[in-house]
C-alpha cells in the first residue's frame, strides 16, 4: 500500500464537523476547482505570494502544482504538510501546516485558505484549531506561528479567538506596493489554557520521522 511507503496519507484530523487529510487525485481536482471559483474578493489580496491573481484555470493549475511540489520536496528538516478540508464530505479548503528544523525549534507555521463559497461560518477557526491539537499535542510543539496583512480581518480573528498574541511586523512587496504583515504567536502554556475544540488524531505515529518528531 501507499501508505507504507508515505504514511503521511494515512494521517486524519477530526473534529466535530471536519475532516482534514491528504487528498487523493480525484479530491485535489476538486480542491483546485474551488480555487478557481474564488477565495476573496479581488479588491484585495491575503497572500504574500498573489497566486489568486492568477486567471482561474491557471490558478487551479498552481494549486495541483504547489500540493505535489512539496510533497515532492520533503524533507524531514523542511516540510509542508497541505491538508485538504473537508466538511461532512465535502472539500471546503486547504489547511496548511510546516516547520523547519523541528527537532531542534520543536516550532510550526500555518496557513490556509478557504473556497469563498464556505467562508464566514467559523470554519477557519475550525480546522486551524485542528493543527493546532496536532501540533501541540500529537508533536510537542513549544510555539506555534502565523501572520496575517493588516486588512484581513477575518484571519486575525482566527488568531484572536484561538490565543495568538503580537510577534511583530513583516513588510513584504505585495502587487508592487509595501504591505504590513502583522505576525502573531502562540505558546504551548496559552494553548493548553485555551484550547476548547474536540480533535482525534489518526495514524501518526508511523507519520513521526517524516515529521522530525520521532
Known amino acids: 500500500m501507499l501508505t507504507d511507503h508515505w504514511p503521511l496519507f494515512g494521517l ?23 480555487a478557481a471559483d474564488g477565495v476573496h474578493d479581488p479588491d484585495r489580496m491575503p497572500f ?13 493549475r498552481s494549486v495541483v502544482q504547489y500540493h505535489w511540489l512539496r510533497l515532492g520536496n520533503w524533507s524531514p528538516g ?9 466538511e461532512h464530505g465535502r472539500i471546503v479548503g486547504q489547511q496548511a501546516i510546516a516547520a523547519r528544523d523541528y527537532a531542534t525549534l520543536r516550532e510550526v507555521d500555518t496557513g490556509s485558505w478557504i473556497g469563498l463559497r464556505h467562508q464566514g461560518r467559523g470554519i477557519g477557526t475550525e ?24 486588512d484581513n480581518s477575518p ?15 513583516r513588510r513584504l512587496t505585495v502587487r508592487g506596493k509595501a504591505t504590513v504583515q502583522r505576525r502573531v504567536r ?29
Open 78 to 86: 523542511n516540510w509542508t504538510l497541505n491538508l485538504a478540508v473537508f
Open 127 to 150: 480546522m486551524r484549531a485542528a493543527v493546532l491539537h496536532l501540533a501541540f499535542a500529537g508533536l510537542e510543539a513549544t510555539d506555534a506561528t502565523s501572520g496575517a496583512f493588516a
Open 48 to 60: 504574500a505570494v498573489p497566486w489568486t491573481d492568477l486567471p482561474p484555470r491557471e490558478r487551479a
Open 155 to 169: 484571519s486575525l480573528r482566527v488568531s484572536e479567538k484561538l490565543g495568538y498574541e503580537p510577534d511583530g511586523i
Open 186 to 214: 502562540l505558546s504551548r502554556a496559552k494553548w493548553e489554557s485555551l484550547q476548547r475544540t474536540t480533535v482525534e488524531i489518526d495514524g501518526l505515529a508511523p507519520c513521526l520521522p517524516l515529521l522530525d518528531a520521532a
Open 12 to 34: 486524519r484530523l477530526s473534529t466535530p464537523r471536519l475532516e482534514l487529510r491528504l487528498p487523493s487525485d480525484a479530491e485535489l481536482a476538486e480542491l483546485a476547482e474551488l
